[in-house]
């Protein structure tokens, strides 16, 4: 048998991190770059890719940036091309990358639609079920062509959210003296829509050992106001906002022969939002 700790390695293997340099992407490259993989981090923000790639590479561990956009299916063809030029194999997929309404002080900064139900735009409806739904469809059919090829065996890992098994409390987003904001719709349906494509796939890839399972974050805090975090914080169970690296753990064993006999399931790391 082997030891618990070396189930948790990724030595030779491959990943890649698509939304790579974004809040939780970033911890996901690192990560997995800890633990022995290879790293691809893929991002639309070119230079940010560059940048999280290179301190990775500072650190002694393997990682390349790869402009990436999710929608384009040329894109995607190219991003998996480079991969296995560069590494040549891929074993793991973290489909990360995702439109999300924050709520953060930069996000506030920049206003933006109220995300009311009843005149939400439907360009901005469209736009989110293509980067969230159909992105996620198009990087992961063209990188089960690899897994397949090296022995029909992989791990993906799809990011879903508390609120695609809730709805939204709405009351979070409340702030007295200022006109109310909500989490739009989109982003509950294309979570929902995840969970869906996650169980779909893990069923479909019946009889291999390529795995597909969801992981499902709460709210990170990064740098948001009291009021919010306050409110956040009340609807937990720990009450508080989840530490940026506390994912990283569930990530891990999602990617590795920690979690050899998981398909089609969901890893809830919410600090109890979902439990009550």
């Given at each position: 048998?082997?030891?618990?700790?070396?189930?948790?390695?990724?030595?030779d293997?491959?990943?890649?991190?698509?939304?790579?340099?974004?809040?939780?992407g970033?911890?996901?490259?690192r990560?997995?770059?800890?633990?022995?993989?290879?790293?691809?981090?893929?991002?639309?923000?070119a230079?940010?890719?560059?940048?999280?790639?290179?301190?990775?590479?500072?650190?002694?561990?393997?990682?390349?940036?790869?402009?990436?956009?999710?929608?384009?299916?040329?894109?995607?063809?190219?991003?998996?091309?480079?991969?296995?030029?560069?590494?040549?194999?891929?074993?793991?997929?973290?489909?990360?990358?995702?439109?999300?309404?924050?709520?953060?002080?930069?996000?506030?900064?920049?206003?933006?639609?109220?995300?009311?139900?009843?005149?939400?735009?439907?360009?901005?409806?469209?736009?989110?079920?293509?980067?969230?739904?159909?992105?996620?469809?198009?990087?992961?059919?063209?990188?089960?062509?690899?897994?397949?090829?090296?022995?029909?065996?992989?791990?993906?890992?799809?990011?879903?959210?508390?609120?695609?098994?809730?709805?939204?409390?709405?009351?979070?987003?409340?702030?007295?003296?200022?006109?109310?904001?909500?989490?739009?719709?989109?982003?509950?349906?294309?979570?929902?829509?995840?969970?869906?494509?996650?169980?779909?796939?893990?069923?479909?890839?019946?009889?291999?050992?390529?795995?597909?399972?969801?992981?499902?974050?709460?709210?990170?805090?990064?740098?948001?106001?009291?009021?919010?975090?306050?409110?956040?914080?009340?609807?937990?169970?720990?009450?508080?906002?989840?530490?940026?690296?506390e994912?990283?753990?569930?990530?891990?064993?999602?990617?590795?022969?920690?979690?050899?006999?998981?398909?089609g399931?969901?890893?809830?790391?919410?600090?109890?939002?979902?439990?009550?």
């Amino acid at each position: 048998m082997t030891a618990i700790f070396d189930k948790f390695k990724l030595t030779d293997r491959v990943a890649i991190v698509t939304g790579g340099a974004g809040l939780l992407g970033k911890e996901f490259c690192r990560t997995l770059a800890e633990a022995g993989a290879g790293v691809v981090v893929a991002d639309i923000d070119a230079t940010s890719a560059a940048d999280t790639a290179a301190s990775i590479q500072g650190e002694g561990h393997l990682a390349i940036g790869i402009s990436l956009d999710v929608t384009s299916q040329e894109s995607v063809q190219q991003m998996v091309d480079q991969t296995l030029k560069g590494f040549g194999r891929l074993d793991i997929l973290v489909n990360s990358a995702a439109l999300d309404p924050k709520f953060d002080a930069a996000a506030l900064a920049k206003g933006g639609n109220s995300g009311r139900f009843e005149d939400y735009p439907l360009d901005k409806w469209n736009s989110a079920l293509n980067v969230n739904l159909t992105g996620m469809f198009l990087v992961t059919q063209a990188c089960v062509q690899p897994m397949l090829a090296r022995g029909k065996k992989g791990s993906i890992i799809n990011l879903c959210s508390t609120y695609g098994l809730n709805g939204p409390d709405q009351r979070i987003y409340r702030k007295e003296g200022s006109p109310q904001t909500f989490k739009p719709v989109y982003y509950t349906v294309t979570k929902a829509g995840v969970l869906g494509f996650t169980k779909y796939l893990a069923a479909y890839y019946m009889g291999t050992e390529l795995r597909v399972n969801a992981l499902t974050p709460g709210g990170v805090y990064n740098n948001h106001d009291e009021i919010f975090t306050d409110n956040y914080s009340a609807r937990t169970i720990l009450g508080r906002m989840a530490r940026l690296d506390e994912m990283n753990g569930a990530l891990l064993f999602l990617a590795s022969d920690a979690s050899s006999y998981m398909t089609g399931g969901n890893v809830i790391v919410d600090g109890g939002w979902t439990a009550w």
